[in-house]
T-cell receptor, first 113, second 109 residues
Framework: ETGVTQSPTHLIKTRGQQVTLRCSSQ?????VSWYQQALGQGPQFIFQ???????GRGNFPPRFSGLQFPNYSSELNVNALELDDSALYLC????????????FGPGTRLTVT | KNEVEQSPQNLTAQEGEFITINCSYS?????LHWLQQHPGGGIVSLFM???GKKKHGRLIATINIQEKHSSLHITASHPRDSAVYIC???????????FGTGTSLTVIP
């Protein structure tokens, strides 16, 4: 158990819809990162939030957006869902920025039909 | 070309064997992570390295910053070590995370 929780665990959406995924960080962690992992692939970095500000972004379009709240929990929002968005979405929290170990949540499996 | 390359992609070993998984990267980094992923998706962080060597039980991780290379060693492998092992780096500048595609390890009793 890493102390990082994600909800929901599974989700099925239709192409064109919008989805919000949630992540609760481990206590004392002020940084959260989001990753997308397609089946059979390694994770890909979506973005990172540090103290409620975006602090790095991977090669994902603007329809992928996020929020971090004062309690350091976080949301990932995806608009205009596409079939290729079907993947496992992982969040990871850490105590700070560079050089800090990340603790991963169990992931949310999103299926877009 | 991927920023992080791992080898081998797949590895089958007999219980008790010494295992090495390699990771090479092409960007400047602030840290390198070794991760373990079991079927079902859960990821556990095994090591975070910025230099030298770390050891946890039967696992050893080394990094050579000049050669941009890291290795994960498992001594006296056990079937419960069967998992996908992923190398990831945090780049500087840019604060990006890049992941390898993983090494799928199966340890046979």
């Amino acid at each position: 158990e890493t102390g990082v929780t994600q909800s929901p665990t599974h989700l099925i959406k239709t192409r064109g819809q919008q989805v919000t995924l949630r992540c609760s960080s481990q206590s004392g962690h002020n940084t959260v990162s989001w990753y997308q992992q397609a089946l059979g692939q390694g994770p890909q970095f979506i973005f990172q939030y540090y103290r409620e500000e975006e602090n790095g972004r991977g090669n994902f379009p603007p329809r992928f957006s996020g929020l971090q709240f004062p309690n350091y929990s976080s949301e990932l929002n995806v608009n205009a869902l596409e079939l290729d968005d079907s993947a496992l979405y992982l969040c990871a929290s850490s105590r700070g920025l560079a050089g800090d170990e990340q603790y991963f949540g169990p992931g949310t499996r999103l299926t877009v039909t | 070309k991927n920023e992080v390359e791992q080898s081998p992609q797949n590895l089958t070993a007999q219980e008790g064997e010494f295992i090495t998984i390699n990771c090479s990267y092409s960007v400047g980094i602030s840290a390198l992570h070794w991760l373990q992923q079991h079927p079902g998706g859960g990821i556990v962080s095994l090591f975070m390295l910025s230099s030298g060597k770390k050891k946890h039980g039967r696992l050893i991780a080394t990094i050579n910053i000049q050669e941009k290379h890291s290795s994960l060693h498992i001594t006296a492998s056990h079937p419960r070590d069967s998992a996908v092992y992923i190398c990831a780096v945090r780049s500087v500048p840019g604060n990006q995370f890049y992941f390898g595609t993983g090494t799928s390890l199966t340890v046979i009793p």
